[in-house]
């Protein structure tokens, strides 16, 4: 995808975002599939509302992530070439962009699933944001493994979605991909 479009696209870290939504995804079908009432058009429903609004809350969280690194960014090889450092996007647009779809997909899932989902959602964001990429990326060693936390938590914002509330499997979904990065 190139151009304008295909520049802001990549400010949300598509591959990234598409990993994370397959674990989101995998909850909301695995409580259907133990649930006495099984798959249903429900189901495909759900998982729609969840790529949606997973995808925007962690695209724009990955926007604000490049917006916060533009200085960082031009330094490294593996990053020189991203939107804000190759002047294809400004930082303020990046950093609009990234507000705006987080919100965007945090009232989506408010509306189209629940607030227990789009609280989690709005919570991984803010996590990814403040935590990993303003105080832990630039401090410590550590920060991916703590900043990791907000990649685990899609199985919780899919199992929320379908249930409103939350219960052990989603948490033990969660420690399983926290530990494992």
């Known amino acids: 995808m190139d151009g304008v479009i295909g520049s802001y696209f990549s400010l949300t870290k598509p591959r990234v975002v ?16 133990l649930s006495e009432s099984g798959l249903g058009v429900g189901t495909l429903e759900t998982m729609a509302v969840v790529l949606v609004g997973g995808y925007l ?22 990053t020189a070439k991203r939107p804000i450092p190759s002047g294809d996007v400004s930082p303020n647009s990046a950093l609009l962009f990234g507000v705006i779809i987080s919100l965007l997909g945090t009232f989506w899932l408010i509306i189209m699933a629940n607030e227990v989902a789009a609280f989690w959602a709005a919570f991984s964001v803010a996590f990814y944001v403040l935590v990993y990429s303003i105080w832990l990326k630039r401090t410590t060693p550590q920060n991916i493994v703590i900043g990791g936390l907000s990649g685990a938590l899609p199985p919780l914002i899919g199992w929320t979605a379908v249930t409103n509330e939350i219960s052990l499997l989603p948490l033990i979904l969660v420690l399983i991909i926290f530990l494992w990065t």
């Not at 598409?18 to 599939?33: F, Y």
């Open 18 to 33: 598409v990993l994370l939504q397959i674990t989101a995804l995998c909850a909301t079908l695995s409580h259907d599939l």
């Open 57 to 78: 809350t962690a695209g724009g969280a990955n926007a604000i992530n490049m917006w916060y690194d533009r200085d960082i960014d031009p330094l490294m090889k593996r």
